[in-house]
């Protein structure tokens, strides 16, 4: 079973909609730590968040935002007022002590904005 | 901060040549670096794990003979491709971390190798 599932594949908005990435994932550790990262056509990965399994608080910065819900195990990340530059492809990634805190990724989302 | 640099960006070579690639945190010291490969359409494979001063810890299937990892410095890694073939071309990309496991990791720009 997949320990950290994006289950949408690909997402096309026009510009300026909001858009929420999903993710799941699926630990047995009380410790964990959960992560997004961007990857532009460049190929650079792009750290956005990372967040501790003890913190539910929900973050907002600028027109990214993250819902983290521990009852559900997600972590869904949801960006407003799309722009074209948000074009890429969004990963979740989870760490964890059984896993010897090494990154266990989604597949990815891709994200693309039409103007 | 948390800059991380790779180079080269991109590199095509001859069969049987050895490619090496260069991992380097510019801003901080990292405990620990990584090296990834990706396919197209796919996500991260972790390739290897590394430590200044230690041998590599490669992830199972991975050849330790094919992708030599040296980690010489807090801020400097290389991977070297040896006698690379066309099944080695691949996009890879380094991570670097500094401080404990749980800590993020930085990624570099990533180099695209085409072995013809």
């Known amino acids: 079973a997949q320990k950290v599932t994006q289950a949408q594949t690909e997402i096309s908005v026009v510009e300026k909609e909001d858009v929420t990435l999903d993710c799941v994932y699926e630990t047995r550790d009380t410790t964990y730590y959960l992560f997004w990262y961007k990857q532009p056509p460049s190929g650079e990965l792009v750290f956005l968040i990372r967040?501790?399994?003890?913190d539910e608080q929900n973050e907002i910065s600028g027109r990214y935002s993250w819902n983290f819900q521990k009852s559900t195990s997600s972590f869904n990340f949801t960006i407003t007022a799309s722009q074209v530059v948000d074009s890429a492809v969004y990963f979740c990634a989870l760490s964890e002590a059984g896993s010897n805190y090494q990154l266990i990724w989604g597949a990815g989302t891709k994200l693309i904005i039409k103007p | 901060g948390a800059v991380v640099s790779q180079h080269p960006s991109w590199v095509i070579c001859k069969s049987g040549t050895s490619v090496k690639i260069e991992c380097r945190s510019l801003d901080f010291q990292a405990t620990t670096m990584f090296w990834y490969r990706q396919f197209p359409k796919q996500s991260l494979m972790l390739m290897a794990t590394s430590n200044e001063g230690s041998k590599a810890t490669y992830e199972q299937g991975v050849e330790k003979d094919k992708f030599l990892i040296n980690h010489a410095s807090l801020t400097l890694s290389t991977l070297t491709v040896t006698s690379a073939h066309p099944e080695d071309s691949s996009f890879y990309i380094c991570?670097?971390?500094?401080?404990?496991?749980?800590?993020?990791?930085?990624f570099g720009p990533g180099t695209r190798l085409l072995v013809l």
């Open positions: 967040r501790n399994s003890f």
């Open positions: 991570s670097a971390q500094r401080g404990d496991p749980t800590e993020t990791q930085y």
